[in-house]
């Protein structure tokens, strides 16, 4: 049965926020402010719900990911909320053994490691296995305040098909590498199943109520330019081609400095920037076609306030009140990150920018 997605109750409020505008680098009051990995361990709330529940049940339980989701965007005072789930959900009905391991991250017991290996990668027919996940984007659009977006989110198929590969995280990502440069063929399966699969589950999120996507292609920066554009950008720019057009979509990796401008070719609406690149350089040579997203370091909000409030003015002082910027860290919250300087980084920014 198909069930509607619940309309909110004003859709203007919702396509008017701060971050929509900025993701259609419209001008907006404030300059929007969210934070990636912003639902997590840093937060006392979220420590105390993990303390009786494991990560996956975490993911899979709509009424827990509700609550995580909401209580963090609400702690915060963010401009968006960003659905709680994990870029490795979609590994398990591809036919992948997943597991959180205590201490030491994501554990993929039956990884692909040879060309013969992709054959056994299920197609995703439809979104139906990973239902949960759209029952939370219901769940959280209906509990979520009516005016601010919620973002859903999917891993980009070369990061996925590295923990696929490499079966857990990794440092020089040297199994998926390999495979790559022994077997293109193979890896053009593999890729093209996840970036349908990707597609078919982004667009269920969207269908259930989401604002906006991003795609996390966090260890995509490994790869050379000439690399990325040969075995990662053709099937991106095929995985932007099929997402749902009514919502933005954020394209975000890191180490981009040298891929930016690849990335911006593939797709996305806003491109994800981290501490590495200088945000007005980067922006500049990206050009006025995309609105981007960052890219404060995660480590500044260990620093005293007066470091972080320098730091973010110089990033406010680069995008120069140009429409388009959504501030947000360089990569995720890192898990001691003091909770109250990250309440103090989002007033600051919003401070700092309210135009009225
Ligand atoms: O941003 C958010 O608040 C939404 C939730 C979210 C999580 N993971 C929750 C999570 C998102 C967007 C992710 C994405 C994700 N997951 C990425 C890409 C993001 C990035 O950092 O670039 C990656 C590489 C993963 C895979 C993953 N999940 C790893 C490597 C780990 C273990 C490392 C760690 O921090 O423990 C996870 C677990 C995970 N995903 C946690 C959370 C809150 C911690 C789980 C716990 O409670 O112990």
Not at 15 to 31: G, M, Q, V, W, Y
Not at 69 to 86: M, R, W
Request: hydrophobic share 45%; with cysteine.
């Amino acid at each position: 049965p198909i069930v509607p997605a619940p309309q909110p109750a004003s859709p203007d409020v919702l396509r008017d926020s701060p971050f929509l505008k900025a993701c259609r680098r419209e001008p907006a009051e404030i300059t929007p402010v969210w934070l990636m990995r912003q639902a997590g361990r840093y937060m006392s709330e979220y420590r105390e719900l993990r303390a009786k529940v494991s990560f996956l049940d975490l993911c899979k339980r709509p009424e827990l990911a509700t609550e995580v989701t909401v209580t963090a965007a609400e702690v915060l005072g963010v401009d968006a909320a960003i659905l709680f789930a994990d870029i490795l959900l979609i590994l398990e009905p591809l036919g992948f053994q997943l597991e959180f391991t205590k201490g030491e991250g994501p554990a993929i017991h039956n990884p692909v490691r040879e060309a013969g290996d992709v054959d056994r990668v299920r197609p995703l027919q439809t979104a139906e296995p990973l239902g949960f996940v759209a029952d939370a984007v219901r769940s959280i659009r209906a509990a979520l305040n009516p005016a601010t977006p919620l973002i859903g989110f999917a891993g980009a198929p070369f990061t996925v098909a590295c923990y696929a590969i490499e079966g857990g995280g990794s440092r020089h990502y040297e199994k998926a590498k390999a495979f790559m440069y022994r077997d293109e063929g193979a890896w053009n399966v593999l890729m093209s199943r996840l970036v349908d699969a990707t597609a078919i589950y982004l667009n269920s999120q969207v269908a259930a109520g989401a604002q906006a996507v991003q795609l996390f292609d966090s260890w995509v920066g490994t790869l050379s330019p000439a690399d990325y554009r040969r075995f990662v950008q053709p099937h991106m720019r095929r995985l932007f081609g099929q997402l749902d057009p009514s919502v933005p979509s954020i394209h975000f990796g890191t180490d981009t400095g040298l891929l930016l401008t690849l990335q911006r070719d593939a797709g996305g609406s806003v491109i994800g920037l981290d501490w590495r690149v200088e945000l007005d350089e980067a922006w500049d040579r990206l050009g006025p076609s995309v609105a981007v997203q960052g890219n404060l370091d995660p480590v500044v909000l260990f620093a005293p306030l007066p470091e972080i409030e320098r730091q973010v003015g110089r990033i406010l002082d680069q995008a120069g009140g140009r429409p388009g910027h959504i501030f947000n860290l360089g990569h995720g919250i890192l898990p001691k990150t003091p909770v109250d300087h990250v309440r103090a980084l989002i007033d600051m920014v919003h401070e700092k920018t309210s135009r009225n």
